[in-house]
T-cell receptor, first 115, second 109 residues
Framework: EPEVTQTPSHQVTQMGQEVILRCVPISNHLYFYWYRQILGQKVEFLVSFYNNEISEKSEIFDDQFSVERPDGSNFTLKIRSTKLEDSAMYFC?????????????FGDGTRLSIL | RKEVEQDPGPFNVPEGATVAFNCTYSNSASQSFFWYRQDCRKEPKLLMSVYSSGNEDGRFTAQLNRASQYISLLIRDSKLSDSATYLCVAYTGGFKTIFGAGTRLFVKA
């Protein structure tokens, strides 16, 4: 079964540094998403991406964050000037279509630890 | 009011029991609904979609009541492997997906 893959599985970074989280969505999927989950809390929507542009973003997704699809397969989340509170699990997801009968498939996440 | 609200539990049930989870959503424009399960420190995995007509997949039955803005999940004949957190998810149109905080289930031998 095709799957969403994320790298790295764990990223440890000093506060103030920039990090790039990588995702390879399922190949025939057209819609891509990033979520975060702070330990012990719920999954929070960050951003959705379609046709090489952001479709929607949450209040969390401020100027510190950016997303990019640099080639035909990768989908990245960049976090600039990381803060302690950015420590969380970051999940990438993809879907064939948006919502309706097409659910999102999740990667197994990148655990980001900011020191 | 939270956009998607779930009883956090935990629900502690013996193997073989039937257990039901409820979820309410506040945005009447929400279009699609799903149940995901999440194991500790793992990614959410789709369990099933939820339709107004109700749908069943083996031991799992999901139901949607749009009038009451209420979604349910019924698990019959619980297995130890059903122990997880169950996430209620509402798709609100556009591209935004809202997760509930989850209901924790522990199935005991």
């Amino acid at each position: 079964e095709p799957e969403v893959t994320q790298t790295p599985s764990h990223q440890v970074t000093q506060m103030g540094q920039e990090v790039i989280l990588r995702c390879v969505p399922i190949s025939n999927h057209l819609y891509f998403y990033w979520y975060r989950q702070i330990l012990g809390q719920k999954v929070e929507f960050l951003v959705s991406f379609y046709n090489n542009e952001i479709s929607e973003k949450s209040e969390i997704f401020d100027d510190q964050f950016s997303v990019e699809r640099p080639d035909g397969s990768n989908f990245t989340l960049k976090i600039r000037s990381t803060k302690l509170e950015d420590s969380a699990m970051y999940f990438c997801a993809s879907s064939e279509d948006r919502g309706m009968s097409q659910p999102q498939h999740f990667g197994d996440g990148t655990r980001l630890s900011i020191l | 009011r939270k956009e998607v609200e779930q009883d956090p539990g935990p629900f502690n049930v013996p193997e073989g029991a039937t257990v039901a989870f409820n979820c309410t959503y506040s945005n009447s424009a929400s279009q699609s609904f799903f149940w995901y399960r999440q194991d500790c420190r793992k990614e959410p995995k789709l369990l099933m979609s939820v339709y107004s007509s109700g749908n069943e997949d083996g031991r799992f039955t999901a139901q949607l009541n749009r009038a009451s803005q209420y979604i349910s999940l019924l698990i019959r004949d619980s297995k130890l492997s059903d122990s997880a957190t169950y996430l209620c998810v509402a798709y609100t149109g556009g591209f935004k997906t809202i997760f509930g905080a989850g209901t924790r289930l522990f199935v005991k031998a």
